[in-house]
């Protein structure tokens, strides 16, 4: 299913190669303008109330969020938040559908993900002060995967890869641990089920990681959902209000698990959004966000509410500028900052002082290299 998502990419490509070169006419001169302003990554009020662009500017209390370009698009961000995203330091190999955590260090680690030609990679960098640096690789290629930290990372470090697709493209069930003192990776105990474009999330225990949704190796969705429990894994009785694979979830403050968008790996992508309660081990849907979103981020924001971040709405081909924030208390979403690019397939990690988002695919045959990041 998803081989057939990688061939529709290439054949929106054209019409967006065309786009692009609108794009680029209006973003150019924008971002430099940006880059200009934006003193040491800090968040610079810029007044683009006289600029001329077709799409709409938001000016808030004097500040601006961000503009929208038209990435075949058609949004504006009602958001009154007081930041934009800053373009940041570049991966060194531009790659989608990979993992990524924060490590207890501060440093920011990705692995794997697909390389321009849709293979699966191994190697993975960290993002340090100077920006990212080549890092010891996996023990094989994996793409659609994911990578979860436990909470014994604040003593001795431990970044779970698990799952996701092979060198030959095929699902796995494998599991492995990254182990910071040796800078070596180790296998762990395989899941029940192969997925790939799945979701981990690490439970408020601190040890035990959800799993939920994704493809099989026949290419199938998953409707199984499976604990990692000291180092088992342990399946569901219940499953998902959706099913569903390309999603994303995160952990709240209140100990259930959001989990939003997705899709069915055919050209259809969801808006609908759950949560995982830990306590009754069900799923109850929650509110939709506004813009379907397949391959989406979600991050926990020190505020309690989770920023959705891109994604692709496979089903108007479309790439979401704007990010939506999700309140655990009213359990609905509202309209946030934007993103200077359309991203999907992307990841988003919250450090101490920003919230980084890197890669990711647009819907050109390039991984995107690029990172966006704002100051908290
Ligand atoms: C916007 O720019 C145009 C052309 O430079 C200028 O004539 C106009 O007065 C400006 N508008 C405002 C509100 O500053
Ligand atoms: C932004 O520019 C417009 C037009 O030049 C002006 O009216 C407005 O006061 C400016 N806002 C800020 C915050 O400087
Ligand atoms: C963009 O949205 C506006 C307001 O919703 C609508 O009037 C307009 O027709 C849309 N344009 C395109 C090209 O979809
Ligand atoms: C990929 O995984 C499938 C299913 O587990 C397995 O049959 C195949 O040998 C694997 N291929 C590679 C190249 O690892
Ligand atoms: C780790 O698992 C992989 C398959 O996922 C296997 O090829 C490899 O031999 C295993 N390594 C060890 C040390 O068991
Ligand atoms: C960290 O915790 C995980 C989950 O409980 C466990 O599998 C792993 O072995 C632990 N790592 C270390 C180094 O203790
Ligand atoms: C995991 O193992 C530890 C140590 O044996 C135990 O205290 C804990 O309750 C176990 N966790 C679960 C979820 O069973
Ligand atoms: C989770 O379920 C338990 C048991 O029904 C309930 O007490 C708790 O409030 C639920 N948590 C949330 C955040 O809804
Ligand atoms: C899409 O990504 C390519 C790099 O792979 C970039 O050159 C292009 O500007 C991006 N397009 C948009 C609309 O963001």
């Known amino acids: 299913m998803y081989k057939d998502f990688l061939k529709k990419i290439k054949r929106y490509l054209c019409i967006i190669i065309f786009t692009n070169i609108a794009i680029l006419a209006i973003t150019v001169p924008l971002l430099v303008y940006f880059i200009i302003h934006s003193k040491n990554d800090e968040v610079t009020p810029v007044n683009i109330s006289n600029t001329t662009t077709t799409a709409e500017n938001q000016l808030t209390n004097g500040f601006t969020t961000k503009i929208s370009t038209t990435n075949n ?71 659609f995967h994911t990578v979860t930290a436990f909470a014994n990372n604040t003593k001795v470090l431990a970044a779970g890869s698990a799952g996701g697709s092979n060198a030959s493209g095929i699902s796995i069930s494998a599991a492995e641990l990254y182990i910071p003192s040796s ?79 997705g899709g069915s790996g055919t050209p259809n992508a969801y808006s609908s959004a759950e949560i995982y309660n830990a306590t009754t081990q069900n799923f109850i849907a929650v509110g939709s966000m506004q813009y379907r979103r397949g391959g989406l981020t979600l991050t926990l924001l020190p505020s309690g509410k989770v920023l959705a971040i891109g994604g692709a709405d496979w089903t108007s081909d479309t790439y979401p500028l704007v990010c939506e924030l999700y309140d655990p208390v009213t359990r609905t979403w509202s309209n946030a900052l934007m993103l200077n690019y359309g991203r999907s397939f992307h990841q988003s990690v919250l450090t101490n002082t920003f919230v980084l988002t890197m890669g990711g695919t647009n819907g050109t045959s390039n991984r995107l290299t690029s990172s966006e990041k704002y100051n908290l």
């Open 183 to 261: 800078n070596s990776f180790i296998n762990a105990t395989n899941m029940n089920i192969a997925r790939c474009c799945f979701t981990s999330t690490l439970l408020s225990d601190g040890s035990t990681v959800l799993v939920t949704g994704g493809i099989n190796a026949a290419n199938s969705l998953i409707t199984i959902a499976e604990l990692y429990i000291n180092g088992s894994w342990i399946p569901l009785s219940s499953s998902m209000t959706q099913v569903r694979a390309y999603h994303a979830a995160v952990l709240s403050n209140d100990g259930t698990v959001l989990i939003a968008g």
């Open 73 to 143: 698009n058609n949004q504006t961000s009602t958001s009154t938040q007081l930041v934009f995203w800053n373009i940041d330091k570049s991966l060194n190999t531009g790659r989608s559908n990979f993992g990524s955590v924060l490590l207890a260090n501060g440093q920011v680690l990705v692995a794997g993900g697909l390389l321009n030609s849709n293979t699966d990679y191994s190697g993975t960098e960290v993002y340090t002060s100077t920006g990212w640096q080549v890092a010891t690789s996996m023990t094989g290629p994996r793409g």
